[in-house]
């Protein structure tokens, strides 16, 4: 148990081997061969007790093997199914799992939140996606049919709010990684440049979901010409007919 939460968990950086090799020795005097630990310190590799493929030894070398990373994975699926109260419950559990382990143990799990963002990024992009996706559909239908019907205004309203208020939470998920992995830690590791354009691409999608908002469907909801291209833009007048008929335009 004390190597399986050893991966990402070490005293200080450089010391894998050592916390590997350092979980049992029941061999006497330690270089007597007679045990696992005994032989890997004594010949200086790792000792293989069971067959491993290539997966296996990749997922190990990686640091996968330790409690916080699971409830890490676990959390990022219930966020990414929409279990928002799960999720929540399982961050913090991930937390309290490391503080716990830190505290009654000597070792410290590095890159916490290198270990966060790898396994949220994506889920973070596809939920932004589907926002956005959820703003055009909304302001595509709204501003097309309901030509001999007034607008649900008390809905429309409600979708706006939750999808801005959907994305503000999903750009302060992805600014956190900003201060805790960009303003801190060795500025040259690869993975600085990948959470850099990471959350470049989520500011692009807050901004672009904002934009269809409010310079669309708020618009759309008040009778009021469109800011951007107004109606005499041809592709306003395809996407948006209601919106225009509502302002005056054929």
Not at 27 to 36: A, D, N
Not at 76 to 105: H, K, P, Q
Not at 193 to 208: D, G, H, K, R
Request: charged share 15%; net charge negative.
């Amino acid at each position: 148990e004390k190597e399986w939460l050893a991966h990402d968990v070490v005293k200080h950086t450089g010391e894998r081997e050592e916390v590997t090799y350092d979980v049992l020795d029941t061999g006497y005097g330690g270089y007597s061969g007679l045990s696992p630990t005994a032989e890997a310190r004594a010949t200086g590799t790792r000792v293989q007790l069971y067959p491993e493929n290539e997966d296996d030894l990749k997922f190990m070398d990686q640091g996968r093997l330790n409690l916080v990373h699971l409830w890490l994975c676990v959390a990022t699926v219930a966020d990414c199914i929409g279990e928002s109260y799960l999720a929540r419950a399982f961050w913090n559990t991930s937390v309290e799992a490391r503080y716990m382990t830190e505290a009654v143990t000597y070792f410290e799990f590095k890159l916490y939140y290198h270990s966060k963002w790898e396994v949220l990024h994506k889920s973070t992009l596809i939920r932004m996606f589907e926002q956005l996706m959820l703003m055009l559909m909304t302001a595509t239908y709204f501003g097309t049919f309901f030509y001999y019907s007034q607008l649900p205004i008390p809905f429309m309203a409600v979708v706006c709010a939750l999808g801005f208020v959907a994305s503000m939470l999903k750009l302060m998920e992805g600014v956190q990684f900003v201060f805790s992995i960009l303003g801190r830690g060795h500025r040259t590791m690869q993975r600085h440049t990948y959470v850099s354009e990471w959350v470049v691409l989520v500011a692009m999608l807050f901004v672009i979901i904002n934009v269809v908002i409010w310079l669309y469907l708020l618009p759309i909801m008040k009778n009021w010409d469109l800011p951007v291209g107004h109606c005499e833009s041809a592709l306003n007048m395809a996407l948006f007919p209601l919106a225009c008929h509502a302002v005056g335009h054929p």
